[in-house]
């Protein structure tokens, strides 16, 4: 069965500093990968997505993620967070027909 | 441009009631999926209507049905609601041709006592 997994629950990074959210898949063929981030009470926002082509894309908010086949993953770069990136990030796969599989997700807290 | 609205934003209820949540999708859209994130978990997959039909649907029991009107608004009942039925519930749109991307609304947020 298709699963993604989101190994960091919790992640505290400073204001101004580097981030990289890991995500690994578990999927036969080249999935498509999407990157979602929610802010506390609110609905689901589309970070990026990955469906062919170049591994590297590019997100809003200045996110970009790199699609790895070797290695099943497809992880989620900042290289500045800001304090308004607090939230937190799901990882997800498309097996088929528009249903997607989340991770657990990784919450994202930011010390000024 | 009105994204995918959701109602209510909260309700409690309390186990055995019954319970219907109502999403309107993104202008142009034709398909709604909806999903159910627990506190703290990421969202899981309940089921997707596509031209008023169920299309596909998750490991959830039938208690849990649902319904797409021909303006491709859409309805999710739970009937005799469990105490773990207490979640987010979360509306999806998306177009029918489109290769998976979803818009979702900001969710109903259901307590259940």
């Known amino acids: 069965a298709q699963s993604v997994t989101q190994p960091d629950i919790h992640i505290t990074v400073s204001e101004g500093a580097s981030l990289e959210l890991r995500c690994n898949y578990s999927y036969g063929a080249t999935p498509y990968l999407f990157w979602y981030v929610q802010s506390p009470g609110q609905g689901l926002q589309l970070l990026l997505k990955?469906?062919?082509?170049?591994?590297l894309v590019q997100g809003i908010k200045g996110f970009e993620a790199e699609f790895k086949r070797s290695q099943s993953s497809f992880n989620l770069r900042k290289p500045s967070v800001h304090w308004s990136d607090a939230a937190e990030y799901f990882c997800?796969?498309?097996?088929?027909?528009?249903?997607?599989?989340f991770g657990q997700g990784t919450r994202l807290t930011i010390n000024p | 441009d009105a994204g995918v609205t959701q109602s209510p934003t909260h309700l409690i209820k309390t186990r055995g009631q019954q319970v219907t949540l109502r999403c309107s999708p993104k202008?142009?859209?034709?398909?709604v999926s909806w999903y159910q994130q627990a506190l703290g978990q990421g969202p899981q997959f309940i089921f997707q209507y596509y031209e008023e039909e169920e299309r596909q649907r998750g490991n959830f029991p039938d208690r849990f049905s649902g319904h797409q009107f021909p303006n491709y608004s859409s309805e999710l009942n739970v009937n005799a609601l469990l105490l773990g039925d207490s979640a987010l519930y979360l509306c999806?749109?998306?177009?029918?041709?489109?290769?998976?991307?979803?818009?979702f609304g900001e969710g109903s947020r259901l307590t259940v006592l």
């Open positions: 997800a796969v498309v097996p088929g027909a528009q249903k997607l599989v």
């Open positions: 999806a749109s998306s177009s029918g041709t489109d290769t998976g991307e979803l818009f």
């Open positions: 990955y469906f062919s082509g170049d591994t």
């Open positions: 202008s142009g859209h034709d398909t």
